[in-house]
């Protein structure tokens, strides 16, 4: 008896992009929280350049994200495998 | 609380003047700064998790792998900001509660501002532009610099493990559009170029050696395979299935790298515990379950790395031995026999250089010491036996390896370990002394029998108090290191004679001997102080059981020297020429040793004797000596010294004995008290009565039968041993005994077979 595996690189690649998007919900809600009790906990300058600084750090850590979702989209609806593993074919077991 | 209206004005108070700082007021609201200080550090993990999570997510897809570093070390600017946030809320609320000054405060951290750039010079954030300005580190703290100098070792790894370089000069890091992205670790630039990222971390981490929290930082982000990796570049070794390709050039100089490597990676150890899930991960293969501890080898010379990972280590590479299992570990069942230890130990192939290295790192380890040594004192002795027959194949353990063992024994028979712990090493002497015992005169290289002496003389008093006793076996309450007290004399016997075997250092133990005796005298004089002040006539000195005591520790290692001196000339006998020569200089010491003892007189012998011979000169002399030696001269010194010191323990038993009858016949012939002053300086009256002189306390104690004579003291317990022999020892039991004299008498005229003046200085 044959069983072909099916493309292993597609289903690779969704579980990454399913991985890195439960990693931005949870990074993107735990600076959502940051933001929200930060406001009035402290005040002077080192605290607005503090502010400034977490938007900064926040949105660079979203984008960075997105690139990494977006890299991951197109390894899973991309040509079969081509990203990830480039030459393997499916494997036949028995 | 601090309130909004109230607010704390750290910094214009928390600046010393100059510091750069500008006038700048934070006001903060402690109910609110707490859950914001504990958001940023859940959005810090957060971000710690996701970088794994995509690191992990794009190394399948093929992605940069650039990305999921950059997300850590936002996670780590993020850690650095809780780190500061609760530090501040932590002053504003003793400030509060206490209305104390800050000054002190501010003199205690201020050292962190000037150390802080350094440290945060690794990342973009904030927290550096802001330093510069004096302004959010208005409140500066070693917690904050701590967190900061730790993310900027984890940086430091982070940028070797995943290609992006480390910060420059101007405190910018490398880019992902680094051309050097994406290299593997330390792979150099370009073909045979120097790898300036390998070099700028090392000199990173070396200017960092001191600082705890760089060096964990560090150590932690490269994990054990990354160390691996990075030792195996160091090296030069080849790596991969074509290890005899050669290997790639570091870039660094070896030697340097080595040294900041092998400091910090030791300040490491100490401060986390590597255990075997560590050890397992640590090899460039991959694998989870094999330690390329060779790589170690380096390392192991230069820092002092923690007990607990040498302990590890050494178990790694020569067995289990003989002894307790490890801390943790799951019983292994039954003990291996002594024959597979020596096996293992013999076996032990890895590299030689490492092995050597491994033991001299145990042996600079006083705590570990004498408890790892213990385990393999067997393996070691049978070992070292073997290869000292010489055979034509190498079985036995080689020349350098069994150097390093007996580094290691000496260092674990040593005060210092004895010191550190001193269970381990009372079970260590106890244990090498009866080795050696059962080995029955084992062929020993020079350099082991040598290594065999620390042990004597860190626990000599132990040992000669035991060829001393009145009464032999345990007492109570027990002294300190109880191993070492139940060792029997025979096992005493046994290893003295061993380490005289060697002829170096003869002098030296023979200097004990002398000097046991004479603070045995000390001692003895210093608790019967004026005795003979009142008249009285007693048959004998409360002291002259001291001096009987002392001549017998002279007499025993006399004896030992004998049996010595017998073992060295059998040697002679059976041995070629070439060994001749050293069993003849070493008769020619052991002989110059015996003309120095006087039994009689402990002062003149510690006079007399030298101090001692090493190894070395023990070499040199067989060296310089090019003809055989007449033996024929310390020959007939020995042989007389060894027939004039068969001083058997019969005048123990002689002194028991007599003491027992003085005892049973008190009714007729009353003991006569005795008044002495004591160490402490009182004055008491012994009656010879154990009750009322204190040494029967209650039943414990109780040594007497229902008749009222003392029982077999092999049938007493320790603690009626114990009393038991305070009473013979007891002033008034040794003034009034009548046979002493006679006893002491004896020996002065030879009869005793304590060795006679003349016979040890013939030429007198």
Redesign the interface.
């Given at each position: 008896m044959r069983m072909t595996i099916p493309d292993e690189a597609r289903t690779t690649a969704a579980g990454a992009l399913g991985a890195v998007a439960r990693t931005r919900r949870e990074v993107t809600a735990a600076l959502d929280r940051v933001a929200a009790t930060g406001a009035g906990a402290w005040d002077g300058r080192a605290a607005q350049l503090w502010a400034d600084q977490m938007r900064r750090l926040a949105a660079e850590a979203t984008a960075l994200l997105d690139r990494c979702l977006l890299v991951c989209e197109q390894a899973r609806s991309g040509p079969a495998g081509a990203p990830t593993a480039p030459g393997a074919p499916p494997r036949a077991i028995g | 609380m601090v309130s909004?209206g109230a607010?704390v004005h750290l910094?214009a108070v928390a600046l010393p003047p100059g510091s750069g700082a500008g006038g700048?007021?934070?006001?903060?609201?402690p109910v609110?700064?707490r859950?914001?200080a504990a958001?940023?550090r859940?959005?810090g993990?957060?971000?710690h998790?996701?970088a794994r999570?995509?690191a992990?997510?794009?190394a399948?897809?093929?992605?940069p792998a650039g990305?999921a570093a950059?997300?850590a070390r936002?996670g780590d600017?993020?850690d650095a900001?809780a780190t500061m946030l609760r530090r501040?809320l932590a002053l504003a609320e003793s400030a509060d509660d206490a209305e104390r000054s800050f000054a002190a405060t501010a003199a205690v951290i201020a050292p962190a501002v000037l150390r802080a750039p350094a440290l945060l010079d690794a990342r973009p954030?904030?927290g550096t532009?802001?330093t510069s300005r004096g302004?959010?580190e208005?409140v500066p703290d070693t917690v904050r610099a701590g967190a900061a100098a730790a993310a900027a070792g984890r940086a430091a790894a982070r940028s070797l493990l995943s290609g992006v370089g480390p910060a420059g000069a101007g405190g910018h890091p490398a880019r992902a559009t680094d051309p050097r992205a994406g290299r593997r670790l330390g792979s150099p630039a370009g073909r045979g170029a120097p790898s300036a990222s390998l070099q700028e971390v090392l000199g990173l981490l070396g200017a960092q050696a001191g600082d705890p929290g760089f060096i964990a930082g560090f150590y932690d982000a490269l994990g054990p395979t990354g160390l691996a990796q990075l030792l195996t570049i160091v090296s030069g070794r080849a790596r991969g299935p074509m290890v005899n390709r050669p290997a790639l050039p570091s870039g660094v100089d070896r030697r340097d790298a080595e040294g900041v490597l092998g400091r910090t990676f030791a300040a490491y150890t100490r401060g986390r515990s590597l255990d075997d899930s560590w050890l397992g991960r640590f090899n460039t293969r991959g694998r989870l379950d094999h330690a390329e501890t060779v790589l170690l080898t380096p390392l192991l010379a230069v820092g002092h790395v923690d007990g607990a990972l040498l302990d590890r280590l050494g178990r790694l590479a020569f067995g289990p031995g003989i002894g307790p299992p490890e801390p943790g570990a799951p019983a292994a069942g039954r003990a291996p026999a002594p024959g597979q230890v020596v096996g293992t130990v013999l076996r032990a192939t890895a590299d030689r250089g490492y092995r050597g290295a491994l033991l001299a790192a145990i042996a600079a380890e006083p705590a570990l010491a004498a408890r790892f040594t213990t385990r393999y004192v067997e393996a070691v002795l049978g070992g070292a036996a073997i290869a000292e027959l010489g055979l034509p194949v190498a079985v036995g353990l080689d020349d350098a390896t069994g150097r390093a063992w007996s580094g290691l024994i000496a260092a674990a028979g040593g005060p210092a370990a004895r010191q550190a712990d001193p269970r381990g090493s009372a079970d260590f002497v106890a244990r090498l002394a009866g080795a050696v015992h059962a080995a029955d005169g084992p062929a020993l290289p020079l350099h082991l029998r040598a290594a065999l002496v620390p042990a004597l003389r860190t626990y000599r008093e132990e040992m000669y108090d035991a060829v001393t006793a009145v009464v032999p076996g345990p007492v109570s309450p027990p002294a300190a290191a109880p191993a070492a007290r139940e060792v029997p004399v025979a096992a005493w016997r046994a290893l003295l004679r061993e380490c005289l075997r060697g002829g170096a250092l003869a002098g030296l133990l023979g200097r004990d001997a002398a000097a046991y005796a004479a603070g045995l005298d000390e001692r003895v004089a210093g608790r019967t102080r004026g005795w003979n002040a009142t008249g009285g006539g007693y048959p004998s000195s409360p002291r002259a059981l001291g001096y009987l005591r002392g001549a017998r520790a002279q007499a025993f290692f006399a004896g030992a020297l004998g049996d010595a001196v017998d073992a060295v000339l059998r040697e002679h006998a059976q041995a070629g020429s070439a060994h001749r020569r050293r069993q003849a200089v070493i008769l020619d010491l052991l002989g110059t040793v015996a003309t120095s003892i006087d039994p009689t007189d402990p002062a003149a012998t510690f006079v007399h004797l030298g101090v001692g011979v090493t190894v070395d000169m023990v070499e040199a002399l067989m060296r310089e000596r090019y003809r055989d030696v007449s033996t024929v001269r310390p020959a007939w010194i020995l042989a007389q010294l060894r027939e004039a010191s068969r001083v058997g323990p019969q005048w123990a038993a002689a002194y028991e004995a007599s003491a027992r009858q003085l005892w049973a016949r008190r009714a007729g012939d009353p003991l006569r008290p005795i008044a002495v002053t004591g160490g402490d300086g009182r004055r008491r009256v012994y009656t010879g009565d154990p009750h009322t002189d204190g040494y029967i306390t209650g039943p414990a104690t109780d040594f007497l039968d229902t008749a009222g004579s003392p029982r077999p003291a092999a049938a007493m317990t320790p603690a009626q041993r114990g009393a038991y022999l305070a009473w013979l020892e007891s002033p008034a039991l040794v003034a009034n005994n009548d046979r002493l004299p006679i006893l002491a008498g004896a020996a002065a005229l030879g009869e005793a077979r304590i060795p006679p003046d003349e016979a040890l200085r013939p030429n007198s």
């Open positions: - | 909004l607010g910094a700048d007021r934070v006001v903060l609201d609110r700064l859950p914001l958001a940023v859940a959005a993990e957060a971000l998790s996701g999570t995509v992990h997510a794009l399948q897809v093929g992605g990305w950059r997300l936002l600017e993020l900001d501040r954030a904030l532009e802001a302004e959010t208005a």
